[in-house]
């Protein structure tokens, strides 16, 4: 039969879905990619988390002798690097590419290939970046990498920074045309714009404003690695260059990238507080129209970062007026999430902790923004472990909170176990002091001045006891965070089995099985209303089912496995390496495999196979 089909090229009919480790290599399936993300995701946070560990410890107390300066210095910088680009960015696309399809009644993303592309091109960064370990060393020069310290006379840790976040840029952005196309254009019968969840609108504005930032600082890296290895002198300013320039360019990716880590945050957090307080979200257009407000606003502010640099009192006033303007729209949305839980009848599960206790620290992090957004205060905080506290009330406190709730809340959709509360109760508390004791003294050391990004400090400078205290939480923190990862193994080994809506949930996800099939939707469903789910349990004429918007059809038309992605990635991280070492062999073997990907793609016709749906019901 199957023999039949494809001499006549037709789609195979099949009965199970593909297993096995080369699926997984082969897999164009969003929700399998999504799973890769997250896997790939944790790994590098939990080296980011040893990096940051290895820090602290140096500095528990002053004039220590744990690490020398360089070595710090190389932590300090992957560490940053690797919790921003590898870590936080592609979480938010792990929950992204398994959920938004699926919330907005999809049964795919719209270019499922250049969705594995994506995962591929970010892996081969992420190698790229932690290769220069043990190809000469990391880079040094911190995440920002400004220059003069990152250009030609500088290790060649830079080489691997430059090509390393080159290609997680392309991922990024790959991702982001596929996104948008998919929101834009694969919505179900009903699904407008205005009944989408917050969390589809934070997909959306995250894939936008990465559109916009990503290629600015991928022009920056290539004119960097041209300074580099070619002898260009575009940030050079003895041969006529500007070494600020780089600092624009990097801070007009770098600020909206602040916002590219938080507006995921705000997604789940609009989606966890109204589950669990059992009341829809307050005021829904509004945090629409504060998430788009916020979003534009983040391109008008970069220059806050530089007040320091002498661009002089009227640019000062000027970047310093739109970055206190961003606070408008982002008090509106915190006070979106503090009336959705007024009046709620409120569970508290471990999801709703973390979304609960995002909300303090998401505050205290802005309230101490807008102290950094004063230019004149800004001159004397800049540099200080002051900025350090407040950066991380926003990334880990706003941030990994939120991050933390999204898995407790979608994990068990995502495996099809639960994870234990108890468990997760204590990772939440712990997780809280240990947070709250490693941040809150760096604002009291830094308002003392002790400079950051040193590698130790002088015991005249009285700052022992907070450098001490932060010490001590951090590794309270990481307790309180290999919890969680001892709950997600116990969960997926003996964790008790989830139903398809084990939460009372609102939106479509929770209307497939758990873990959900291929196919996410045995029949595309009818949107009524906002809060899908929650209107047809609600509705006088509904039964809590989700009604079609077709009939069942059979088999289901799924994309075919294939190789090229992969194998597209994998000829870019050799041609990068032949860059990188100046190996002209190494660099066209890498461009050969490159090109023949994107032909092989440009003529392979992917006739996909046939899928039967499971006999579970939906």
């Not at 407040?390 to 809340?409: D, E, P, V």
């Amino acid at each position: 039969m199957a023999t039949a089909e494809r001499a006549l090229h037709l789609p195979e009919l099949r009965t199970a879905e593909e297993r096995g480790f080369l699926s997984w290599l082969m897999t164009v399936d969003h929700k399998r990619i999504g799973i890769l993300y997250l896997v790939t995701s944790a790994v590098f946070f939990a080296a980011g988390g040893v990096e940051a560990l290895l820090m602290r410890t140096q500095l528990i107390r002053p004039d220590n002798t744990f690490l020398g300066p360089k070595t710090f210095d190389e932590i300090l910088t992957m560490h940053g690097t690797t919790m921003i680009f590898l870590a936080v960015i592609p979480l938010a696309a792990a929950f992204f590419n398994y959920f938004m399809p699926i919330m907005i009644g999809a049964r795919d993303v719209a270019f499922p290939r250049l969705n594995a592309l994506s995962y591929w091109l970010y892996l081969a960064g992420a190698l790229i970046l932690y290769s220069s370990w043990f190809l000469g060393g990391a880079p040094d020069a911190g995440w920002f990498n400004y220059v003069p310290l990152s250009d030609a006379f500088s290790g060649p840790g830079e080489n691997f920074y430059i090509l390393g976040l080159l290609l997680t840029g392309f991922s990024s952005i790959v991702s982001s045309v596929n996104f948008v196309t998919t929101i834009l254009n694969m919505r179900a019968p009903g699904m407008s714009l205005m009944r989408m969840p917050v969390f589809v609108w934070g997909t959306f504005l995250w894939s936008a404003l990465l559109l916009f930032s990503a290629p600015p600082f991928s022009v920056a890296l290539i004119l960097l690695l041209l300074d580099r290895i070619a002898g260009t002198g575009f940030f050079v300013p003895a041969m006529g260059g500007n070494a600020l320039m780089w600092q624009h360019l990097f801070w007009i990716m770098g600020h909206p990238e602040v916002y590219i880590l938080a507006v995921p945050a705000w997604g789940v957090i609009s989606e966890v507080l109204p589950t669990f307080a059992r009341k829809p979200l307050f005021g829904y257009r509004g945090a629409v129209i504060a998430l788009f407000a916020i979003s534009s606003l983040s391109f008008t502010v970069w220059s806050h970062h530089m007040f320091a640099t002498g661009m002089g009192p009227v640019v000062n006033d000027a970047f310093m007026v739109t970055t206190k303007l961003i606070s408008l729209p982002t008090g509106a949305l915190v006070f979106t999430w503090l009336a959705t839980l007024w009046g709620g009848r409120i569970r508290y599960t471990t999801a709703m902790l973390f979304a609960v206790g995002f909300l303090p620290l998401f505050i205290f992090g802005g309230l101490t923004g807008l102290m950094l957004a004063t230019a004149p205060a800004d001159l004397q905080l800049t540099d200080t472990y002051f900025v350090i506290g407040h950066f991380h009330y926003i990334a880990i406190g706003g941030i990994l909170f939120s991050m933390l709730a999204a898995a407790y809340y979608w994990l068990p959709k995502m495996t099809g176990r639960m994870l234990d509360e108890r468990l997760g109760k204590w990772s939440f508390w712990i997780t809280f002091v240990g947070f709250n004791l490693t941040f809150f003294p760096m604002h009291l050391s830094g308002l003392y001045g002790m400079p950051r990004r040193i590698y130790t400090y002088s015991p005249l400078l009285g700052v022992d006891v907070y450098n001490l205290l932060s010490t001590v939480g951090a590794y309270v923190l990481g307790v309180g965070l290999l919890i969680t990862l001892v709950n997600v193994a116990r969960s997926l080994a003996v964790g008790k089995v989830a139903g398809a809506d084990p939460w009372d949930a609102r939106t479509l996800e929770w209307t497939t099985p758990s873990p959900v099939p291929a196919y996410n939707f045995r029949v595309i469903p009818l949107v009524r209303g906002r809060d899908a789910l929650w209107y047809e349990k609600q509705a006088p004429d509904g039964d809590g089912r989700m009604r079609g918007a077709e009939e069942a059809a059979g088999a289901i038309h799924m994309p075919g496995l294939t190789y090229l992605p992969a194998l597209l990635a994998l000829g870019l991280l050799v041609a990068a390496y032949g860059v990188n070492f100046k190996l002209v062999w190494l660099a066209a073997l890498g461009a050969l495999i490159t090109f023949y990907s994107i032909f092989r793609q440009m003529f392979e016709a992917d006739r996909g196979y046939l899928l039967e749906p499971r006999g579970e019901s939906e």
